[in-house]
């Protein structure tokens, strides 16, 4: 990070200082930052989304706060970036032949409607106070929780022998099977009832809003455990839905808030692009139960760095506002 | 409408913040009297030049417009969690301040230091702010002592980015009057014309005064990106989206294309490897 711009120096050149000849001025954000360092940390939220079909933005936005991008700023070009990220990863994964596009669109018509809905709960839970608070609090023990149950599957699956990423359904998924409207999905190669699929999709779309975050980390667990799609296929499915979503978010970001940097978007995306590649590679290795404990330590991961700070006594008590 | 009246009301306000009523007969002189901020734009350098009534000292005050307003998060702990637990916002304060004197401010009396907006700890300028927050949908202003603390840790944030400084001793002054400095426009300069206001101050009373203005200009992509964004909200939301998927498109295609390329490689290694035993 050392080569990034630091929001705490005095931001003038003297005379005789070294110029940083990869440094390139964002507009929006007002301010020079390292080509490398961005094209870096875009590589890096790459990687997870190529890996594990997430947006990534839970780990980009503080990052970027951190090197001194405005925190609104940090959170409109951040969903923009993830667009190429998933487009990238989506059409790795489509020739393995890892996304069944027909199930991700009945799961997108519901996650849009959740989302409309979920963006008026928000209004009105913010009415009564304390939003804030509740949400991040709930994440948390959701992250905990999703996490744990992951980790624990995976690695009971994993010390198991026979066929990989094999489970019987549990209640909830038997519940499901019996749901009218059943499908064929031929790519997931299961039954599956619509009404399940957009139902899903309604849920995770109202935690999507309510979260703040694009929903990635609730719909592979969704996917995986409640619809019973193997892994992989999950994997490339719930990339495929994020595309749209990143989209919806970027296009409303840009009318209602003015705050996406297309250059700083544009260093991003040129690593995450790159990155999403490297991780569906990567991730055509593993198997589904190897590829559900990786998943399941980012999750536990990020619980803890949202619980750190949350427990953690801020450096300055008045900061300035805009972010998540 | 209302974002009419909003700049009407920023002009009052900038011109009720500029400039004493004073004779302005204090010639200031910028070079470059323009800052471009294009894709390298790093900070620059701006020479003040100009000419004081003899035995004066001066003190310089360079601040960008203050009609943006800013929001400012205040965390509190609600049982062992750290939580954003209000929400203001300031409006009248510059993103940028910075004070050059040729003599120490201590000199300046309190009543000088209110007529020219100027002293040691940004007092004047956080004078000038107002605080607001919403309740039931209304702006309502902050008492002041709680308005004071979120003024003075605005002020200390952009103290540690650079904005805001005093830079006592920094004006040179000839026996003939001449007056010259350097202003260093950092390179997170507000997208704003900065107003360089100038005052000379002899035996404790103000003598002259004068000012210029610093034009800072978005070119290029630079400006493009701004004009559109807070222009043009859809189309830019569009266009960023388009170049998003077509940069998406483009990689992984690139990433396709390697791939097909190292597969073909082997079999036309072992194809010639082939050819050249049956050769034998």
């Known amino acids: 990070m050392s080569g990034g711009p630091d929001p705490d120096r005095p931001g003038v050149e003297l005379p005789g200082q070294e110029v940083e000849s990869v440094d390139i001025f964002l507009p929006v954000a007002g301010m020079p930052v390292n080509v490398f360092v961005i094209m870096g940390l875009g590589g890096t939220v790459g990687l997870l989304s190529g890996l594990f079909g997430v947006g990534g933005g839970f780990l980009l936005t503080p990052l970027l706060m951190m090197i001194g991008i405005p925190p609104a700023v940090a959170v409109a070009s951040d969903t923009n970036q993830i667009v190429a990220a998933s487009v990238s990863g989506t059409l790795a994964h489509s020739r393995q032949g890892n996304v069944d596009f027909k199930l991700g669109f009945i799961i997108l018509a519901g996650g849009l409607l959740g989302g409309s809905y979920g963006t008026i709960l928000v209004n009105f839970l913010r009415g009564i106070g304390n939003f804030e608070f509740a949400v991040r609090v709930a994440y948390v023990v959701m992250l905990l929780g999703v996490g744990s149950f992951m980790f624990y599957e995976s690695l009971g699956a994993l010390r198991k022998k026979g066929p990989a990423d094999e489970r019987r359904p549990g209640a909830v998924g038997r519940f499901l099977e019996r749901l009218p409207m059943q499908m064929y999905f031929e790519v997931a190669r299961l039954n599956c009832s619509v009404i399940t699929l957009f139902g899903l999709g309604f849920l995770i779309g109202i935690l999507a809003a309510l979260m703040g975050v694009g929903g990635g980390f609730i719909m592979l667990p969704v996917m995986i455990y409640l619809i019973g799609m193997p892994t992989h296929v999950a994997v490339g499915t719930s990339i495929f839905t994020v595309i749209f979503t990143a989209m919806n978010v970027t296009i409303a970001q840009g009318i209602v808030n003015h705050t996406v940097d297309v250059i700083l978007a544009l260093l991003l995306l040129i690593g995450s692009a790159v990155g999403a590649q490297v991780g569906a590679k990567i991730g055509r290795r593993l198997r589904g139960e190897q590829l559900r404990i990786i998943f399941s330590l980012v999750v536990l991961g990020v619980m803890v760095k949202i619980l750190r700070d949350l427990l953690a006594v801020p450096g300055s008590l008045i900061v300035l506002g805009g972010g998540h | 409408m209302r974002r009419l009246a909003g700049l009407l009301a920023g002009a009052l306000f900038w011109l009720g913040w500029c400039g004493p009523a004073l004779a302005q007969g204090l010639r200031v002189e910028?070079?470059?009297?323009?800052?471009?901020?294009?894709?390298?734009?790093?900070?620059?350098?701006?020479?003040?030049?100009?000419?004081?009534?003899?035995?004066?000292?001066?003190?310089?005050?360079?601040?960008?417009?203050?009609?943006?307003?800013?929001?400012?998060?205040?965390?509190?702990?609600?049982?062992?969690?750290?939580?954003?637990?209000?929400?203001?916002?300031?409006?009248?304060?510059?993103?940028?301040?910075?004070?050059?004197?040729?003599?120490?401010?201590?000199?300046?009396?309190?009543?000088?230091?209110?007529?020219?907006?100027?002293?040691?700890?940004?007092?004047?300028?956080?004078?000038?702010?107002?605080?607001?927050?919403?309740?039931?949908?209304?702006?309502?202003?902050?008492?002041?002592?709680?308005?004071?603390?979120?003024?003075?840790?605005?002020?200390?944030?952009?103290?540690?980015?650079?904005?805001?400084?005093?830079?006592?001793?920094?004006?040179?002054?000839?026996?003939?009057?001449?007056?010259?400095?350097?202003l260093p426009v950092p390179r997170n300069v507000p997208q704003s014309d900065l107003e360089v206001e100038a005052y000379a101050v002899k035996d404790g009373v103000l003598v002259d005064a004068g000012r210029a203005t610093l034009q800072v200009r978005s070119v290029g992509v630079v400006g493009w990106a701004r004009r559109q964004a807070a222009a043009n909200g859809v189309f830019y939301g569009i266009v960023s989206v388009v170049i998003a998927l077509v940069s998406g498109l483009a990689v992984a295609m690139t990433f396709q294309a390697l791939d097909r390329l190292l597969a073909r490689r082997p079999v036309e290694a072992r194809g010639a490897v082939r050819a050249h035993t049956a050769g034998q």
């Open chain 2, 30 to 182: 910028l070079q470059p009297d323009e800052v471009r901020v294009g894709l390298t734009f790093r900070g620059q350098q701006v020479q003040v030049t100009g000419r004081v009534p003899e035995g004066s000292d001066l003190y310089v005050r360079v601040s960008s417009s203050p009609g943006s307003t800013v929001s400012l998060n205040r965390k509190g702990h609600i049982g062992p969690l750290w939580m954003n637990v209000e929400h203001v916002w300031v409006e009248g304060m510059p993103r940028l301040y910075q004070v050059f004197t040729s003599a120490p401010l201590a000199r300046l009396t309190p009543e000088l230091e209110e007529r020219v907006g100027i002293d040691a700890d940004f007092r004047q300028v956080e004078a000038r702010a107002r605080v607001w927050q919403r309740e039931a949908g209304r702006r309502v202003p902050l008492a002041a002592d709680r308005a004071d603390e979120y003024k003075r840790a605005l002020t200390d944030i952009y103290l540690k980015r650079g904005l805001y400084a005093v830079h006592e001793g920094a004006v040179r002054i000839e026996p003939d009057g001449r007056f010259a400095f350097t």
